[in-house]
């Protein structure tokens, strides 16, 4: 299995992104998928994370009502979508997808400045 991240940048705040992880060589079902977030000098926070059935997801607290987490079929794709965003939102961002196995992409980085 690989993941490819991608979507992240430099934005403003109060800014949207939508970060996307593109998943192969898995059948891409019965997995859950986590967005993780680094960010300098602070431990590692997850952020949402969606299952393949029944599509139940999960978000933390701080980015509860301003990220959405959703997946495509049929592009094997799960997306982050990011609204209202904060500095403190700034980090690197890591896709993991478990299906039983436990599979990290390599990150991309978001930097929430003015």
């Known amino acids: 299995v690989q993941l490819v991240e991608s979507g992240g940048g430099l934005v403003q705040p109060g800014g949207s992104l939508v970060l996307a992880c593109a998943v192969s060589?898995?059948?891409?079902?019965?997995?859950?998928v986590t967005w993780y977030r680094q960010a300098p000098e602070k431990q590692g926070e997850l952020v949402a994370s969606?299952?393949?059935?029944?599509?139940?997801?999960n978000y933390a607290d701080s980015v509860k009502g301003r990220f959405t987490i959703s997946r495509d079929y049929t592009k094997t794709t799960v997306y982050l979508q990011m609204t209202s965003l904060k500095s403190e939102d700034t980090g690197v961002y890591y896709c993991?997808?478990?299906?039983?196995?436990?599979?990290w992409g390599k990150g991309t980085l978001v930097t929430v400045s003015s």
């Open positions: 969606i299952s393949a059935y029944e599509e139940r997801t």
């Open positions: 060589g898995s059948r891409f079902d019965n997995f859950v």
């Open positions: 993991n997808y478990n299906d039983g196995v436990s599979t």
